[in-house]
């Protein structure tokens, strides 16, 4: 499996993003999709998942009513919609692709560079 991520860049705050995430090869024991962020200096940290079977997501409480999480499912393909960036989401992100019931099922898409400068 690889994931494909695009997206980030360079905004000033309050400004918007839109990250997405594709994932090909034999994937379909894949279960949950979304992104993680680790800034400079800081853990990587969840920014929202859902789960690709229904409508579930799961989201960061700093980034809750200003990021928004969907997905494709025909192409296995998530989005991350950021709005009102600040500088504190300054981070590298990266998309992540798993099963919650095999470990061994653990994708990890190359980082994009998200940068809000104030």
Same mark, same amino acid.
């Given at each position: 499996?690889?994931? *494909? %991520?695009?997206?980030?860049?360079?905004?000033? +705050?309050?400004?918007?993003?839109?990250?997405?995430?594709?994932?090909?090869?034999?994937?379909?024991?894949? $279960?949950?999709?979304?992104?993680?962020?680790? %800034?400079?200096?800081?853990?990587?940290?969840?920014? %929202?998942?859902?789960?690709?079977?229904?409508?579930? /997501?799961?989201?960061?409480?700093?980034?809750?009513?200003?990021? /928004?999480? +969907?997905?494709?499912?025909? *192409? $296995? /393909?998530?989005?991350?919609?950021?709005?009102?960036?600040?500088?504190?989401?300054?981070?590298?992100?990266?998309?992540? %692709?798993?099963?919650?019931?095999?470990?061994?099922?653990?994708?990890?898409? *190359?980082? /994009? *560079?998200?940068?809000?400068?104030?």
């Amino acid at each position: 499996v690889q994931l *494909q %991520a695009c997206g980030g860049g360079l905004v000033q +705050s309050g400004g918007c993003l839109r990250l997405s995430c594709a994932a090909s090869g034999s994937n379909f024991r894949i $279960n949950v999709m979304g992104w993680y962020r680790r %800034a400079p200096g800081e853990q990587r940290e969840l920014v %929202a998942t859902l789960i690709t079977s229904g409508d579930s /997501t799961n989201y960061a409480d700093s980034v809750k009513g200003r990021f /928004t999480l +969907s997905r494709l499912n025909s *192409q $296995n /393909t998530v989005y991350l919609q950021m709005n009102n960036l600040k500088p504190e989401d300054t981070a590298l992100y990266y998309c992540n %692709a798993r099963s919650p019931h095999d470990s061994r099922v653990n994708y990890w898409g *190359q980082g /994009t *560079q998200v940068t809000v400068s104030s």
